[in-house]
């Protein structure tokens, strides 16, 4: 029966997205709002730091079950890192009412993330193929975290320390930025000459 085709691929629809990393990923979303109101609302930036400590800790989950149980999928690709950007972000402009040097991984991160994200949904739509994240894209996010943990944990953080962790930030975001945008540039380019032999044969 027509109906019984239809049925199953609705299944498998719903087992491709709704797995526990799309659903963990979804939950760092949820924790966006909650991060804005304990920062600028109560100005509790321990309990900040937490709820931020506890969106990592989903992350890290999600991946290993992704990777363990084989629930790694085209929608947790791209689910995952926009739940990690809009995260970082949120937390970056909380941190910028107090510190304003924190506007330079902002504007790296920014520019980074339009650039590749821009490139990286062209090279989707040339070969279908989703990247995902590189080794220096991880120590990025990992002195990320480490420079805003810091600036909320330590209240009182003296300026030398705050900046050397900003810049060194910021210089981690570039060179990942540098990778990523060369990395999606070769896959187009090798994605138009493939088309073009395709062509000509």
Known sequence: MRGEP????NKDVFKTVFTIPNVLS??????????IWLYCVKGNYVWTGYVIIASGATDVIDGFIARTFHMVSDLGKILDPIADKFTQATVLFCLLLR?????????AMTLKETFVGTTGFMVIQKNGKVMGAVWHGKVATLLL???MMLHLFWYDITPLVS???IIACTVMICVSFFFYGAANIRAL????AEKKAAEAE
């Open 99 to 107: 510190y304003p040097m924190v506007l330079l991984p902002l504007i």
């Open 189 to 192: 380019k090798q994605a138009e």
């Open 26 to 35: 979804f939950a760092r979303l949820c924790m966006i709002p909650l991060i």
């Open 145 to 147: 975290y480490a420079m």
């Open 163 to 165: 900046n050397i962790f």
């Open 6 to 9: 239809m049925q199953q691929e």
